[in-house]
Each structure stands twice: as C-alpha cells, then as structure tokens.
C-alpha cells in the first residue's frame, strides 16, 4: 500500500515537475550528467549567506531522476546550508543502505526509498545531490559533512 502511494507520487512528480524552469539570474548554474543512465540537468541555485533562497532545474531523463530533481529542489528551497547537507547525508543513506531516517523529514523525497532494491539505478536518485554536492564547492559555508 506505501509502496503505491509512493511509486504513485515518484512518477507524478516526474511528470509535473516542482521547480522546473530556468532561473535567468541564478548566482549557480551547473550542467550535471548521469552517465549510467543518461539522465541530465541543470541546476540553479541563489544562496544569500547560509540560505538557499531559490533552487530550480531543467533536464530531461528517467522517471527516478526527473522526480528525485523535483524532490530535492523542493526539499533545499529555503533551507540553511547546514539544513542542507545533513538533508544530503540522509537521502544518500536512504538510497545507498535503505535506512530511513528518524532525525530529519525527507519530505516526498521519502517516496523513492525503493530505489535501495535497485543498485543500478543509485546514481539516478543521486544525480540532483550530487549536481547540489558540485554546485556547493564554492560556496565556502557548505559544512563539509559528506567526505567520509
Ligand atoms: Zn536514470
């Protein structure tokens, strides 16, 4: 039954996408690339001090990366960049380990917990993270919490 609703809300967020639009003055714009699957995006992003103030995307790809775009746009939007990364470490241990976590809310970016069963479709679920991971480099407040 939650794995319906889930799959149900993965592919409407695929399809009515959150976030899905060019922002023309995006202090970040980052092109990002899933090679195993082909997936593509970009990014944008306004960060003012610790805040990520605006995050939109564009891209075209699976159904699982489209959503997982939306999702993490939706969930980072407003968000402190120490909000952010603690957010990060728990999505990629939802997807990577199927921990679901009790700490932080995922938001509908819950939804694509079953993305844990499907190993070779990892870097899908993980694209937006990691495009917001390369996007963050230059952005000196990021805390560095993922290197491990
Ligand atoms: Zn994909």
Redesign the pocket.
């Known amino acids: 039954m939650l794995q319906d609703l889930y799959r149900k809300l993965v592919m409407e967020h695929a399809k009515y996408r959150r976030n899905y639009y060019k922002l023309d003055d995006a202090l970040i714009k980052l092109h990002y690339k899933?090679p195993?699957?082909?997936?593509i995006m970009t990014l944008y992003l306004n960060v003012e001090n610790d805040l990520i103030t605006q995050a939109a995307f564009e891209g075209e790809?699976?159904s699982?990366?489209m959503a997982s775009c939306s999702m993490m746009t939706e969930l980072v939007k407003g968000k402190r960049l120490e909000d952010v990364a603690i957010l990060r470490a728990a999505f990629e241990r939802l997807i990577r380990d199927g921990v679901i976590p009790t700490e932080v809310d995922l938001g509908d970016a819950l939804a694509l917990e079953g993305v844990h069963k499907l190993p070779a479709?990892y870097?899908?679920a993980l694209m937006p993270w990691q495009a917001l991971d390369k996007a963050m480099l230059n952005i000196s407040q990021y805390p560095k919490l993922l290197e491990e």
């Open positions: 899933n195993t699957c082909g997936d790809g699976c699982i990366s479709r870097n899908c």
